[in-house]
């Protein structure tokens, strides 16, 4: 039998400025924080105007699946924020 290995991927997302980053980043982090998966472990932290998306998983199809719930959550809070200043 094959053991699987890990899957890794680290994203980061340049927003124009630091205030709007750090809106996006709280408006994400109560996903962060659900109880910690024994599939999937998910990091997310700002550096100036840039957020930062770590997931490690079991396997391909579980970081597949977190990226995409993550990347869609930012790219929605990041719509609204936008929406929101106009």
Known sequence: MVKAKQARAALEFTFRSM?????VLQAIIPEERL???????VCVERRKNVLCLRVEAG???TLRAALNSFVRWIIV???MIEKGGK
Do not use: Q
């Open 19 to 23: 205030r709007e980053a750090e809106a």
């Open 35 to 41: 109880p910690t998966s024994t599939r999937c472990k």
């Open 59 to 61: 396997d391909t199809v």
């Open 77 to 79: 809070a990041r719509d």
